[in-house]
């Protein structure tokens, strides 16, 4: 079993519709949690962290995270072409040497 | 505020041969990383500094990859006597403590 699985798509939305990524992580111990976006050919950016339980919104984006479940979302409200990437998923043990583990992302394509 | 740079951003080598790479963090992050990502996956921790205190290294790939980080500043990650299985994009990230870590564009290997 992975330590960070995530499906890796391609998720296919409308523009304009909800995209929603899923994660799910095996590390009990996990305590911090990332999103990044990573284009084609490009370096990954960071757009979300989240280190509780419940949902954190930031624009059009909100990371959901429920510990007891492992499990880590985010959905992305009125999908644009732009945000057609690979969605990265990563968690972090704070007492682990700061190491970020990344699941494998998900292919998102936001049609016209 | 800059971002993370690295150099050089691409790089061909002839299996055999060394090759350093180089990173500059963000300005006043104290913390500086290496992951190294191979097509389809998401990237892989490889060594971690705080200021120049190399913290964690026992994920490097093998005894043929070894950074350093002289000054506390800048680091270099250096592969000797190169094989193919390593052509890969080489990350380098930085964080402010144990905050969120900003990746730079990445140096892409590749070993013919």
């Known amino acids: 079993q992975k330590e960070v699985e995530q499906n890796s798509g391609p998720l296919s939305v409308p523009e304009g519709a909800i995209a929603s990524l899923n994660c799910t992580y095996s590390d009990r111990g996990s305590q911090s949690f990332f999103w990044y976006r990573q284009y084609s050919g490009k370096s990954p950016e960071l757009i979300m962290s989240i280190y509780s339980n419940g949902d954190k919104e930031d624009g059009r984006f909100t990371a959901q995270l429920n510990k007891a479940s492992q499990y880590v979302s985010l959905l992305i409200r009125d999908s644009q072409p732009s945000d057609s990437a690979t969605y990265l998923c990563?968690?972090?043990?704070?007492?682990?040497?700061?190491?970020?583990?990344f699941g494998g992302g998900t292919r998102l394509m936001v049609k016209p | 505020d800059t971002g993370v740079s690295q150099n050089p951003r691409h790089k061909i080598t002839k299996r055999g041969q060394n090759v350093t790479f180089r990173c500059d963090p963000i300005?006043?992050?104290?913390?500086l990383y290496w992951y190294r990502q191979t097509l389809g996956q998401g990237p892989e921790f490889l060594t971690y500094f705080q200021n120049e205190a190399q913290l964690e290294k026992s994920r490097l790939l093998s005894d043929r990859f070894s950074a350093e980080r002289p000054k506390g500043s800048f680091s270099t990650l250096e592969i000797q006597r190169t094989e193919q299985g390593d052509s890969a994009m080489y990350l380098c990230a930085s964080s402010f403590g144990a905050l969120e870590q900003y990746f730079g564009p990445g140096t892409r290997l590749t070993v013919t």
């Open positions: 300005s006043e992050h104290n913390r």
């Open positions: 990563a968690v972090k043990r704070d007492n682990a040497g700061n190491m970020l583990t």
